[in-house]
Nanobody, 116 residues
Framework: QVQLVESGGGLVQAGGSLRLSCAASGSIFSIDAMGWYRQAPGKQRELVATITTGGSTNYADSVKGRFTISRDNAKNTVYLQMNSLKPEDTAVYYC??????????WGQGTQVTVSS
């Protein structure tokens, strides 16, 4: 099993930046990919960005060009650099990993609030 701990959320004004971190522990060698999802009030959880162990990345159209996902394999940590934040980015951001191709793990979530 894998445990995920997120950090870095907070309150920023529109146009500001935040950097989220997610540290993985446990059966880390089983992880195929990691990423970030978010869930705004009254909305479905949606994919934000993912990165595979090989370094391939994928972004939601709504964040492409503003957010960057990266990974530090030595620290078993993934990051989400969020720039040019908009009020619609307000959500709980959840770290996610896929293990053994089909098993999914989630972090507890970190709140990101963007004021106008």
């Amino acid at each position: 099993q894998v445990q995920l701990v997120e950090s870095g959320g907070g309150l920023v004004q529109a146009g500001g930046s935040l950097r989220l971190s997610c540290a993985a522990s446990g059966s880390i060698f089983s992880i195929d990919a990691m990423g970030w999802y978010r869930q705004a009030p009254g909305k479905q959880r949606e994919l934000v960005a993912t990165i595979t162990t090989g370094g391939s990345t994928n972004y939601a159209d709504s964040v492409k060009g503003r957010f960057t996902i990266s990974r530090d394999n030595a620290k078993n940590t993934v990051y989400l650099q969020m720039n040019s934040l908009k009020p619609e980015d307000t959500a709980v951001y959840y770290c996610h990993c896929r293990a053994l191709r089909i098993v999914t793990y989630w972090g507890q979530g970190t709140q990101v609030t963007v004021s106008s």
